[in-house]
């Protein structure tokens, strides 16, 4: 298996290549230039492993939700890449990404809240859960709202569910560090707090393997971003 990763969804510019269990990556938070960044990241590490692009299994990518420039790049680059050497492409959530960083970080825990910066005064949101191997997965819907809106008391203090008592919860994204009263109910519920995370393609490489494993790809004609916003141009008082 040979898997190239790409993510440009955030402030963090990153390329991955997985290559059986061996694992190499770039990685640079940057205010801009992501489009001048990610290609030479990719060949970089393509002519590390004496690989060309024909040679790789698929192209897998941070699908959003994102900055509608960096998602849109980021889609736009895997689709280019992969219909030039005739690969399928594998659509990952950023979100996800981050889950995965924070559960690698803290093994104890086996439920992430993930809440990454939305700008507009919004956040980015999703519930993951460690799956049997480790990876994490979607325990519920992805959303974006405002950081006041975000249910942290419901999920995070027993309440969502019959199992609540199960889980051991933590906290990750940079919208924890963005927004200081979502992150001070993080903390009153006693809840960990990964704040510095962000996603990375080397993330989205380890939750793309086992979806070229089950043959779960798709063309790269039908690569398509996630903004979750319907409207990205309009403040949020006039959605």
């Keep these: 298996m040979k898997l ?34 990610i290609l030479p990241m990719v060949d970089e590490l393509l002519r590390e492993a004496n690989l060309a692009l024909r040679d790789l299994d698929a192209i897998a990518f941070g699908r959003g939700p994102g900055g509608f420039t960096g998602v849109r ?23 996800r990404a981050v889950a995965q960083l924070a559960l ?7 439920r992430v809240l993930v809440c990454n910066d939305a700008r507009m005064r919004e956040v980015y ?3 993951f859960e460690r799956g049997a191997d480790g990876l994490a997965a979607a325990a519920g819907e992805e959303a ?13 203090c027993g309440s969502a569910g019959p199992n609540a008592a199960q889980h051991t919860w933590i906290a990750a994204g940079r919208g924890l560090r963005a927004y ?7 903390g009153v519920a006693g809840v960990p707090m990964l704040g510095d995370l962000l996603p990375s393609a080397a993330s989205v490489a380890r939750l793309a393997a086992p979806l070229w494993q089950t043959g779960r790809t798709v063309a790269a004609t039908a690569a398509a971003p996630v903004y979750l916003r319907d409207r990205v141009a309009e403040p949020p008082a006039r959605r």
């Design 4 to 37: 190239l990763a790409l993510d440009t969804a955030t402030e963090a510019c990153s390329a991955a290549l997985l290559r059986g269990d061996l694992l190499t990556s770039r990685y640079a938070e940057l205010g801009r230039g992501h489009a001048e960044q």
């Design 73 to 95: 790049l980021c889609v736009s680059v895997a689709q280019g890449l992969a219909f030039g050497a005739g690969l399928p492409v594998i659509p990952v959530s950023d979100l």
């Design 104 to 110: 690698d970080q803290r093994p104890d825990a086996n």
């Design 125 to 127: 949101w999703g519930v």
């Design 144 to 156: 974006v709202t405002t950081p006041a809106d975000v249910p942290v008391e419901a999920l995070l």
């Design 180 to 186: 200081a009263p979502l992150a001070d109910r993080v």
